[in-house]
């Protein structure tokens, strides 16, 4: 009875057929044939690295071939296969469950010492310093707003105001008719991906990118199209493949972090967002822009930066192509992730329509939080240094940890943003992610930065928690990969 948990379903955790379908994302890129192979494969990847932790409970073999539009014979292959290998198991009217992967414990979430992980999945800095005045400055505001009859769903006037008046000191005049006030950037994708691409469309996305981006393409059955962002080479960006992946895929949609690329911390030069906005023109091809990392620009990465420091900002992407960028941000990287606020820009006409889609799901943001990010943008200032200083420290500690303790992983030094995207010199990442909850600390291996596997290599770290932090978790991780070599 290897690993099996107790066939309890009290204690057991499950997975639904739709969320299993979106985790597993382009597991059949290669085509039907062979498609038990590539299931199992997909499944295993997943088991190992933890997003399947052993003892959840699979959906059944109808629910997931309904899921995954493939035949139940192919899920019984795939789960036989994973059975095999010992990573499922199955008991005849109580289903399958995923079990431990052979050669390792239970993924242990805690520290050997009983203490709280060190949590390196999620890329969001703590609250930034003026968040408190700012909240008070609010609860004032609110008193006036409270004598408004109704609500306006686009948003407030004056932060309306306050982000277009940034956008329009960035080089792209904009009235604030041009903007939607969301519940997060990630909020304005997706009403940007209801509006713009319907199921079996292509949307074009930058590999590695952002995998909740990933989630939302798959999850409206849409067909990721995947570039590539370079982390080396002097440009992070192909235009030129870009433009012949746009010319041949005729995507509906495409999503772009040119303003500090998640994961790698690349910005595009202003001459590559010319010709990436020409190209967009000319191919008619919608674009989201998420610039979600925008203002942390952090200066002091390695030579070759296509944009470094704050005074050398390039003009927004939407300066290139005003028709055909939709343009998301937000405060959660410089304020704080739990406002649960952004915003989108656009032309007014795709405003109006983004609008109107937008009843079908809610009816706008939140009040208090709205006046709360409007008294932080209305004077940016005392958040925004102190808020890169922080991020500096943290990114050069992170830096200088894991040279000394990983000296063979390969890595550039971002200009800006929150990661550290590093290269490993064998394809052990998610064997990695998984031994280092063993030693309390808890990763997104690289691979789920992809649309397909093939990121096996690389590791992201978030240099978003203080330096003693980080440290403590690279010496962590490094013990980690030391255990696996010996096994
Ligand atoms: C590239 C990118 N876009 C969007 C988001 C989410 O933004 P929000 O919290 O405003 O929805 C994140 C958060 O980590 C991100 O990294």
Not at 398 to 419: H, I, K, M, Q, Y
Not at 444 to 461: I, K, M, S
Request: aromatic fraction near 6%; charged fraction near 25%; charge should be positive.
């Amino acid at each position: 009875m290897n690993g099996l948990p107790p066939l309890s379903s009290r204690t057991m955790g499950r997975i639904s057929a739709a969320r299993l379908a979106s985790t597993l994302g382009q597991w059949h890129v290669g085509g039907p044939r062979g498609g038990g192979h590539a299931l199992a494969d997909a499944l295993a990847g997943r088991i190992r690295d933890g997003r399947l932790p052993p003892g959840t409970r699979l959906p059944s073999e109808r629910e997931l071939a309904a899921a995954l539009g493939v035949s139940r014979t192919m899920i019984g292959a795939a789960l036989g296969r994973l059975r095999d290998a010992g990573l499922v198991a199955s008991r005849q009217g109580s289903g399958s469950w995923t079990a431990v992967p052979p050669g390792g414990r239970p993924p242990d979430a805690g520290l050997p010492d009983g203490g709280e992980p060190i949590n390196l999945t999620r890329a969001s800095p703590g609250a930034a310093d003026g968040l408190l005045p700012a909240f008070e400055a609010a609860r004032r505001a609110l008193r006036e707003a409270l004598r408004d009859e109704t609500y306006d769903d686009l948003g407030i006037a004056p932060l309306r105001e306050r982000i277009a008046a940034r956008y329009t000191v960035r080089g792209v005049p904009t009235a604030p008719s041009q903007i939607m006030i969301t519940n997060g950037a990630h909020h304005g994708f997706a009403l940007a991906l209801r509006l713009l691409a319907g199921p079996g469309d292509r949307v074009l996305v930058e590999e590695p990118g952002y995998p909740h981006a990933f989630d939302a393409v798959t999850a409206a059955r849409g067909h990721l199209v995947p570039v590539p962002v370079d982390p080396f080479a002097a440009s992070g960006w192909d235009i030129d493949g870009i433009a012949a992946t746009l010319r041949q895929t005729s995507p509906r949609l495409a999503y772009l972090m040119v303003d500090f690329h998640n994961p790698t911390g690349r910005r595009m030069g202003a001459g590559d967002r010319e010709r990436l906005g020409a190209v967009l023109a000319a191919t008619r091809t919608h674009a989201v822009v998420d610039e979600s990392a925008v203002d942390l620009s952090l200066g002091g990465g390695d030579p070759g930066g296509d944009g470094d420091g704050p005074g050398s900002a390039p003009p927004p992407l939407a300066a290139f192509a005003p028709r055909w960028t939709i343009t998301v941000g937000s405060p959660a990287k410089t304020h704080w992730g739990g406002l649960r606020i952004g915003w989108v820009r656009a032309s007014e006409e795709l405003i109006g329509r983004l609008g109107e889609i937008r009843a079908s799901l809610d009816l706008g943001s939140p009040l208090f939080e709205q006046l709360w990010l409007s008294g932080l943008l209305g004077d940016p200032g005392p958040a925004l240094e102190p808020r890169r200083r922080e991020l500096r420290a943290r990114r050069d500690a992170l830096v200088a940890a894991v040279r000394a303790e990983c000296p063979d992983w390969s890595f550039r030094t971002p200009d800006g943003g929150v990661n550290l995207w590093c290269r490993l010199p064998e394809p052990i990442g998610p064997r990695l992610a998984a031994a280092a909850r063993q030693y309390g600390v808890l990763l997104t291996p690289g691979d789920r930065f992809g649309v397909r596997d093939g990121l096996e290599r690389w590791l992201r770290l978030p240099f978003t928690q203080p330096p003693d932090r980080l440290r403590e978790a690279v010496r962590r991780i490094a013990a980690a990969r030391a255990g696996l070599a010996t096994r």
